[in-house]
DNA sequence: GCAAATATAATAGCGATACTATCATATTCA
DNA sequence: TGAATATGATAGTATCGCTATTATATTTGC
């Protein structure tokens, strides 16, 4: 058993992963098999196969592979929120505070050995090419009155508090911070697959990544010779 | 037939629909059916039964449903490159183009009669909402290798073409143009299914938009104080 | 105007997916 | 030890994504 863990919304689940031998399985397995192939292609039996389970097993922990990366990608915005609360603990100077968000925004994903069975690496790459279908569905008011985006809104809500800090009059704090979390994924993605979309450089567009993300929001909430 | 047509990649189509009433038909009622139900729910057979059609028939237009909806894409970001030049073709003043095209990109959008056959406000709604789809799949590669994401390239390639005549010293300009391109559609996504990610008003999100990527896009731009 | 080419319709079928149901066998723990 | 619970084994259903076949329209070239 690991000796930390995240107390995710109840309704991700059926049966709680992070408890069992199998659920922890689970959860290890299909991020490595969701990194590998995509969402599209991975299906409960081929996870089934691959951790010597059954389909129908599986389906007592999870109401299905939707809600099963509704889980992970909850499990990450948790994870960077944990992350963040580390490391601006200290810290008094909002703008600071907020650099630092930015920085683990921007930065490349290595394994924490604090969580064993997740590789967070692998789940970043998930959260990168997977977000957006995980909340850009037809059922979003349900499962948003379910609470099941608490993750990504609950982080948002924290990186928000902080630039509102920053600069308490600038009226556009939580499309600011909402867009500038997804753009950290998307140029990622753009960098190594769309370059023409993207100025970040494909190799290690981590550093870019981060100046590019820092002048858009300290210029927004900086009011300058206004 | 049209008065006036976009000259898509071949790729996009195995026969091009806009030249037969049939192909006409799926485009328009794929149209409103992908923003009643959603891409997933959306099948060639449900199609078919609406257009009194049959599916293999759909299936000799186009490859799969997939390759529908980048049409579709495709089609929008043609169309919203045509609107950009012409309302851009007069104008010499870079700043002010650029200002246009992030107009153009904030509003709402509506039906334009130049083109039969195509409801541009139902499409608008499914660009929001399944653009990322399209786009964030394991054989981007490939896909972008045949050219089928020209239309969002080409379009950003134009519009940051603009910005970086507004400012040619600016080191981001590509990601800034493809970001915010991005943020016009989630945050009109945000304020009426997530509004605690946004910070625009839910029933008419489209002028703070505006004012919020203008800011974010003319900051970016405009080296203040340094 | 007629034959040849082509487009569409009608129907069937295949393998895979997303799930549900049932029953048997482990495992845990009171 | 016995009762509860978790898992495994197996089967089954409706739908999906796609292909194939054959028949019937429709268009086009001569």
Chains 1, 2 share one sequence.
Not at 42 to 48: G, P, Y
Not at 177 to 187: D, T
Request: glycine share 2%; with cysteine.
């Amino acid at each position: 058993m690991s000796l930390l863990s995240f107390k995710l919304n109840e309704k991700l689940y059926l049966r709680d992963p992070q408890h069992t031998q199998l659920g922890q399985n689970i959860i290890k397995k299909s991020i490595e098999m969701i990194d590998k192939m995509g969402f599209e292609q991975f299906t409960f039996k081929k996870l089934a196969e691959q951790i010597e389970s059954t389909e129908a097993s599986i389906y007592r922990y999870f109401e299905n592979k939707h809600h099963l990366l509704l889980y992970l990608i909850s499990w990450y915005w948790n994870w960077m929120e944990y992350r963040i609360e580390l490391s601006t603990s200290g810290i008094k100077d909002a703008a600071e505070k907020l650099r630092i968000c930015l920085r683990i925004l921007a930065e490349e994903k290595k394994i924490d050995p604090t969580f064993e069975f997740v590789n967070e690496a692998a789940l970043s790459r998930i959260v990168i090419s997977e977000l957006d279908k995980a909340y850009l569905t037809k059922d979003v008011d349900d499962l948003n009155k379910d609470g099941l985006y608490g993750g990504f809104k609950s982080f948002c809500k924290k990186v928000a508090a902080i630039a509102q800090e920053v600069c308490p009059s600038y009226p556009f704090t939580s499309s600011l911070i909402s867009s500038v979390a997804l753009i950290a994924n998307h140029q990622v993605f753009f960098s190594n697959h769309l370059p023409s979309l993207s100025s970040l450089p494909k190799d290690n567009p981590y550093e870019k990544l981060y100046e590019f993300m820092e002048s858009i929001v300290f210029l927004s909430l900086t009011p300058s010779t206004k």
